[in-house]
């Protein structure tokens, strides 16, 4: 585990995994290696200036400006040949599709995860998350593709105010990362792409630019 925030790297470096990286992830993605990581599993802002109950609020929320720095670093860091997997917001579908194509990355696969309850109401009820699979180049289909219908589990938002359930991350990693390969999360929270990662025996790298959020993610993956 790394216990400060971004180190310098030259590209080319040796992979920080098994880390928890701090930063702006187009800044910290900059100083890896091209096609240096197996799959990318992220959970990005889905820019809706979203507040927790408690009033919290989540810093990249309120603009999409990054949206296209921080595919093109994805873009760039995966190896050829592989899949990235993102949740996203349908509030700026078409900033979202416009950042993935501008990277290079072809979607080849869409999941939605039915939730049994709202997590907020306008014209709709918003009862369902969504993600997108991208791939780099012609990645390899799996050898036993699974539904694009996932179930949801809700984790109570104790780590962090959006956070995802680990058994969920860890179905998609187990698909579409091979075994023993590099997880990236670049907006990895609390950590859970790390943790699903780690408990299905792949590496991991996360980044994070709240600082409350890069601890929690440092500590839940000492324990
Ligand atoms: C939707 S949350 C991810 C939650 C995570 N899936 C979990 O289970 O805890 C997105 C995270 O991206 C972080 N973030 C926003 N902009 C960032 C940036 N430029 N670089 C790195 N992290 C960023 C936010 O602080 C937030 O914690």
Redesign the pocket.
Known sequence: MSPTPCPARAPGETMPTGSVLR????EVMATLPAGSVDFILT????VVRYRSRDGAR????STVD?LEP?YRAMHRVLRDDSLCLS?YGWHHLVEFALAWKRAGFQPVGHLVFPKRYASSRRYLQHSHEQAVLLAKGRPPLPRLPGSDVCPWAY?GNR??P???AVTLLAAQIETFCPAGGLVL?????????LRAAQSVGRSYLG????PR?YETAMRRMLV
């Open positions: 930063g702006d992830c187009v959970d990005p802002p889905y989540l810093l990249g929320d990054w921080a949740f984790t780590r962090h959006t956070e995802k999360d670049p907006f990895c929270g609390s950590g859970s792409t980044i994070e630019l709240d959020h």
